[in-house]
């Protein structure tokens, strides 16, 4: 099956700094890449949809100068907390977009504390 | 803007006991997929059902699309501890490919 990573796996960060993320389709191309956000014992809430070679797409009320999304290759997209604050804190999800059928395969998460 | 709406939130059982989630909304979606999250961990995709009044059976678990396109169940049959888990319906309109996921049923399965 398809598999997405991300990198890091946790992040412990002061607070007014920016933490990058990155999410990596390992074995195939994703041209089309989305960003979750998870609170605690929450569901997902997207935030962006990132596509390769042009501008992301926010969800109302995100932030697009708070969560720069980046996606420079078929493999590879990053999603960067700018000037983190303690409310920034959660658990950001990628996932990359596969098949004929559009499946959505989802990274393992990262566990973001602005301290 | 869609809503997924899932019940119960909350469900704690013995091994054994059967039990039914359910995923509704007034909207139609195209697709409505079914995962399964475990704490610290992204989802997993369990099954996508795409066609009204679909059913599609994994071992224990039996997924039903409704016949509107509106709403899905996930049935439990003789649930297990490694059956815990947090899951999620999730649905696609239209053409488009971006995932409305529902608010999440918490199940826990104890000796």
């Known amino acids: 099956g398809a598999v997405v990573s991300q990198h890091p796996s946790r992040v412990i960060c002061k607070s007014g700094t920016s933490v990058k993320i990155e999410c990596r389709s390992l074995?195939?191309?994703?041209?089309?890449m989305f960003w979750y956000r998870q609170f605690p014992k929450k569901s997902l809430m997207l935030m962006a949809t990132s596509n390769e070679g042009s501008k992301a797409t926010y969800e109302q009320g995100v932030e697009k100068d708070k969560f720069l999304i980046n996606h420079a290759s078929l493999t590879l997209s990053t999603l960067t907390v700018t000037s983190a604050h303690p409310e920034d804190s959660s658990f950001y999800i990628c996932s990359a977009l596969a098949g004929e059928r559009g499946t959505q395969y989802f990274g393992p998460g990262t566990r973001l504390t602005v301290l | 803007t869609q809503l997924l709406e899932q019940s119960p939130q909350f469900l704690s059982i013995q091994e054994g006991e059967n039990l039914t989630v359910y995923c509704n909304s007034s909207?139609?979606?195209?697709?409505l997929q079914w995962y399964r999250q475990e704490p610290g961990e992204g989802p997993v995709l369990l099954v996508t059902v795409v066609t009204g009044g679909e059913v599609k059976k994994l071992k224990r678990l039996t997924f039903q699309f409704g016949d509107a396109r509106k709403d899905s169940s996930l049935h439990i049959t003789a649930a297990q501890p490694g059956d815990t888990g947090l899951y999620l319906c999730a649905g696609v309109a239209g053409t488009a490919s971006k995932l409305t996921f529902g608010t999440g049923t918490r199940l826990q399965v104890t000796l």
């Open positions: 909207s139609v979606f195209s697709s």
């Open positions: 074995d195939f191309q994703a041209t089309t």
